[in-house]
Nanobody
Framework: VQLQASGGGLVQRGESLKLSCQLTERGFESFAFGWFRQAPGKEREFVASITWISITVYADSVKGRFTISRDNTKNTVYLQMNSLLTEDTAVYYC?????????????????WGQGTLVTVSS
């Protein structure tokens, strides 16, 4: 199982960015996905998750600004990030598991992508 994350970049505070994560595995529709991030000098933290039936959960810090979604026809999960803040600067990772309920712990995910860097400048 391989996850390929993309879409990171440099944006200014208040702007938007959309991350993508493609799964190279059959049965995409049966996987649940999570987005995590790790800022410099900090531990990796949960951002958002989506189950196979599109139940979503968000960290309080991104609620109302970020949206996780999935397109089963493209084997891709997305993270739309709006109203970005400088504290959103981090390497963003997508992860996958086969859980049927939303998971927010990184130890609960079995597969990880390589990470994509998001930098928000002021």
């Amino acid at each position: 199982v391989q996850l390929q994350a993309s879409g990171g970049g440099l944006v200014q505070r208040g702007e938007s960015l959309k991350l993508s994560c493609q799964l190279t595995e059959r049965g995409f529709e049966s996987f649940a996905f999570g987005w995590f991030r790790q800022a410099p000098g900090k531990e990796r933290e949960f951002v958002a998750s989506i189950t196979w039936i599109s139940i979503t959960v968000y960290a309080d810090s991104v609620k109302g600004r970020f949206t996780i979604s999935r397109d089963n026809t493209k084997n891709t999960v997305y993270l739309q990030m709006n109203s970005l803040l400088t504290e959103d600067t981090a390497v963003y990772y997508c992860a996958a598991n086969r859980a049927v309920v939303p998971k927010s712990g990184d130890e609960e995910y079995d597969y990880w992508g390589q990470g994509t860097l998001v930098t928000v400048s002021s």
